[in-house]
């Protein structure tokens, strides 16, 4: 099959210095065959991994493709994957993570085998890399299993529990149709390719499968609570467009979905405002602040349903007693959410 026809499915590969890791992801990822690419995209890398991506090109030609690009972040990075995907189903694998090829054969043979669908959601699995421990994310309380439906039939989620980019795979064209365009050089972009297409879902399937393998504890990771707070304007900016994206209320057709959307806001506000109080700084605070109001600036009705929400409650409370509960509740939450 050449490359040039159209294919099952696209993954990009956002990479930079990811020499020592990335020949383990592509490894799991072209067990997939010639009815997937692979696009790895060289986001301005200053050690081997390109030449680690042009081995895997050379050797399964049909399959691995390498984009050059100066560099511009997590973000750019998929964009430049999204604008030269071919696939019917697009998907973002991190370069230090990995596929299990048996859970993605099966996959691969329902997208092969049943009508096209505009979001496939499977479970992902974290991977903790300081204790060899693994914990298996599962949305079986929230679809059923194998059947095509719309956001009416979708259950509750419970509160440790969030669609993220692991778990999905969106038809491309989807994506191209809602717009979507990251921000370059901004870390927690994920949270935007999980939150901004859902409106534009009309069909949806749950498969209780687990590809995805979500490394966590590698030195330097964004989701680490130092590194939050070295990069909190980030996390900001993402939160705010987010919030910015949609008028929930009235853009939402479905309940369901509507509910969704807003529990995602109020876990993405809470992790941002938890963060600014724990730092502990004046500065920091007066962000957390002006965050609340420019939420109630926009949308008073939001605000109020965001601010109300158990978790946010619970902060506003907890930060004026003494910030450093926060800290402890911050890593309850890690624990409960298995992001640490």
């Given amino acids: 099959m050449e490359m040039n026809k159209i294919k099952l499915l696209s993954i990009v590969v956002p990479s930079y210095n990811s020499q020592d890791y990335l020949g383990h992801c592509l490894d799991t990822l072209i067990q997939g065959g010639p009815e997937i690419e692979v696009i790895v995209v060289d986001d301005g890398s200053t050690d081997n991994t390109a030449a680690v991506a042009q081995e895997y ?3 399964f030609p049909a399959i691995v493709r390498l984009e050059q690009k100066e560099n511009g972040g ?7 994957g999204l604008e030269v995907a071919t696939g019917e189903y697009f998907k973002v694998v991190d370069s230090d993570d990995w596929l299990d090829p048996s859970d993605f054969l099966s996959l691969l043979s329902w997208l ?3 009508p096209s669908v505009d979001l496939l959601i499977a479970n992902y699995v974290y991977e903790y890399s300081y204790n060899g421990k693994q ?10 299993e194998g059947k095509i439906i ?4 979708m259950g509750s989620f419970r509160f440790d529990q969030l669609m993220l980019m692991h778990s999905m795979f969106y038809r491309t064209e989807l994506l191209r ?30 498969l209780d499968l687990s590809p995805y393998h979500y490394l966590i504890g590698r030195a330097g990771q964004s989701v680490s609570t130092q590194v939050m707070i070295k990069r909190i304007d980030q996390q900001i900016k993402v939160t705010r467009m987010m919030i910015e994206a949609y008028n929930v209320f009235e853009d939402i057709e479905y309940k369901s979905l509507k509910q969704y959307m807003l529990f995602y806001l109020s876990m993405m506000v809470a992790t941002t405002v938890t963060h600014l109080y724990i730092a502990e700084d004046k500065t920091l605070r007066r962000k957390a ?18 601010r109300g929400s158990f978790i946010n409650l619970f902060i506003d409370i907890t930060q004026k007693i003494n910030p450093r509960i926060l800290a402890h509740g911050l890593k309850l939450i890690k624990r409960i959410y298995k992001f640490s």
Wanted: net charge positive; glycine share 2%; hydrophobic share 30%.
């Fill in 112 to 114: 092969r085998s049943n």
């Fill in 57 to 59: 090109c050379d050797r």
């Fill in 74 to 80: 997590h973000g750019s990075a998929v964009n430049r």
């Fill in 289 to 306: 602040d002006q965050l609340w109001d420019s939420i109630k600036q926009r949308d008073e009705k939001l605000y109020t349903e965001l």
């Fill in 135 to 144: 914990k298996v994310m599962r949305y079986s309380n929230v679809f059923p």
């Fill in 177 to 206: 149709q809602c717009g979507i365009k990251l921000p370059e050089h901004t870390f927690y972009v994920d949270n935007l390719i999980a939150y901004l297409p859902l409106p534009y879902v009309k069909s949806l399937v749950y």
């Fill in 150 to 153: 719309s956001w009416d039939n």
